[in-house]
């Protein structure tokens, strides 16, 4: 199992920045891919960014795409989700989640099937 700890979130204005951080812990080297959802209240959780760990391979849902940013730092364990250009509509509690199952370009689909998760970081962003 891997246990996550996501870090860093808090209020900004709309067009503002935020870089939020998942520190990973446990039995990391099984994990094949890692991604950001969020889930805003009244709504399903949803599918930000994802990136396969070994290859750096992202993938993004569109309605990020331009402004977000995820990377990796394997010697520190830790994801990243850079946030540029925020908007209202991107507030929510943003969860880190990792697999060791991640057989298909839908990385989403296996990291909400088959991953671990974190506990969450809260993301405001006023107008």
């Known amino acids: 199992q891997v246990h996550l700890l996501e870090s860093g979130g808090g209020s900004v204005q709309a067009g503002g920045s935020l870089n939020i951080s998942c520190l990973a812990s446990g039995n990391t080297q099984s994990t094949l891919c890692m991604g950001w959802f969020r889930q805003a209240p009244g709504k399903e959780r949803e599918g930000v960014a994802s990136?396969?760990?070994?290859?750096?391979?992202?993938i993004y849902a569109d309605s990020v795409k331009g402004r977000f940013t995820i990377s990796q730092d394997n010697a520190r364990k830790t994801l990243y989700l850079q946030m540029n250009s925020l908007k209202p509509e991107d507030t929510a509690i943003y969860y880190c989640?990792?697999?060791?199952?991640?057989?298909?370009?839908?990385?989403?689909?296996?990291?909400?099937?088959?991953?671990?998760w974190g506990q969450g970081t809260q993301v405001t962003v006023a107008s």
């Open positions: 989640a990792a697999a060791r199952r991640c057989g298909g370009p839908d990385l989403f689909y296996f990291l909400t099937s088959f991953g671990d």
């Open positions: 990136i396969y760990t070994g290859s750096g391979v992202s």
